[in-house]
């Protein structure tokens, strides 16, 4: 079984959801995880971030090169 880590913080739910599709159409094994906790109104997503992408890291690089080629365009 792979081990996914940590690759990216996400600022928000779109580039999550746009970062996402983009892994999707490679074909890369990923899982977005949101730091939103209702029983704290998302008080954790102002200190660390939206969220985290999470991938093997094999595939840190690919990722990250997709993540600026978005944030470019």
Known sequence: M???CR???LK???EAQVL???L???EIPHVV???HDSAYDGIFQMQKGWGVL???ESFRAEIET???ELNAG
Do not use: D, K, Q, Y
Request: hydrophobic share 45%.
């Open 2 to 4: 792979t081990e996914f």
């Open 7 to 9: 690759i990216v913080t």
């Open 12 to 14: 928000n739910e779109i």
């Open 20 to 22: 996402a599709e983009a």
């Open 24 to 26: 999707r159409e490679r």
């Open 33 to 35: 995880r949101t730091f």
């Open 54 to 56: 999470m991938a093997p």
């Open 66 to 68: 997709i993540l600026n």
